[in-house]
């Protein structure tokens, strides 16, 4: 087999430095990396982050903010959500969450918006732009899940899943696209599941609505490739949040005859190569670096421990 490019490139670059040649040949070589290795600096770059008061959400805009971002928040406003079995996220925690990014010395801005609603989505959009300049990264976080047996889930449940899991993902970024066109180009970053790569019993739904988002995700990245817009997936694993708590904890419990209080504990042992859940901070690393790299489009990065590998 013929040694790739690559293959030969750090070949020379391991083998002994001699003469007065080989540090300018060493440095031409470090150059080289180095230029591959480049970021876009996120200082001063404007950042919505959609389903951000609490959890996963939370995270990421204050990873953003870390990162040199101002932030944009959303979620969706309280009692919109008549079908969800759990408490979405409230105007309180998300005022917490922008009040934790303004302490950080960032512009924040926060919105209640069902993502859902291409009027909501397009007001907020116009709000960002007035407010905070423009927009030049865009993550469509805001996400719902209901388990149960596919023959008694009714029609409703069906179709809220995929209003704001799909639906919703598809408003944010036909809003955001020509905003960061107009900027020279962007980031998209959809969060998706590892639910998404391997369907589950009794999650059918949701399962379906995530591996729409990662397929959904690389049909943008070849469409808007030529815009300077780069548009990929995070797959998360296994994190307590409101999601695994109160919808998957009971559910496993009857699976693992374990208390509810104890059972995320022996699933993420038995079920990840690491032997531990998840938390929203990983995945913040993971958007930041999504949000940074520059030659990165059309990938799906699983951040689950090893709990998912394909």
């Not at 030659?295 to 998912?308: H, K, P, Q, R, S």
Request: overall charge positive.
């Amino acid at each position: 087999m013929t040694p790739c490019g690559f293959c030969k490139l750090t070949r020379r670059a391991r083998a002994p430095v001699r003469g007065p040649r080989s540090g300018r040949r060493l440095w031409t070589y470090l150059a080289m990396f180095a230029s591959v290795d480049r970021v876009m600096d996120l200082e001063g770059k404007v950042a919505l982050v959609t389903g951000a008061a609490r959890g996963i959400g939370r995270a990421i805009a204050i990873g953003l903010a870390h990162a040199g971002c101002d932030v944009a928040v959303s979620d969706i406003a309280p009692g919109q959500d008549a079908i969800t079995v759990y408490p979405l996220g409230s105007e309180a925690e998300l005022a917490v969450t922008a009040g934790q990014i303004r302490r950080l010395g960032r512009k924040c801005t926060a919105f209640q918006a069902d993502v859902t609603s291409a009027a909501d989505v397009e007001a907020m959009l116009q709000q960002i732009e007035e407010r905070l300049g423009g927009l030049d990264i865009l993550v469509a976080n805001a996400g719902i899940i209901m388990a149960g047996p596919i023959a008694s889930m009714s029609e409703a449940q069906w179709d809220r899943i995929f209003a704001v899991n799909v639906k919703g993902v598809f408003l944010c970024a036909q809003a955001a696209i020509p905003r960061l066109a107009k900027r020279g180009g962007g980031r998209i970053v959809n969060i998706a599941s590892v639910a998404g790569k391997t369907g589950r019993a009794g999650l059918a739904a949701y399962c379906a609505s995530k591996a729409a988002v990662i397929s959904m995700t690389q049909s943008m990245a070849e469409e808007l490739g030529p815009a300077g817009i780069a548009v990929n997936a995070i797959c998360p694993g296994y994190l307590k949040t409101a999601m695994f708590t109160q919808v998957l904890n009971p559910l496993l419990a009857q699976l693992y005859h374990a208390p509810e209080e104890e059972v995320f504990e022996k699933f993420v042992q038995r079920q990840t190569f690491l032997g531990r859940g998840q938390s929203p901070e990983d995945i913040a690393e993971a958007t930041v670096y999504l949000c940074r790299a520059e030659n990165v489009t059309g990938i799906t990065l699983t951040v689950a421990g090893g709990g998912e590998v394909h």
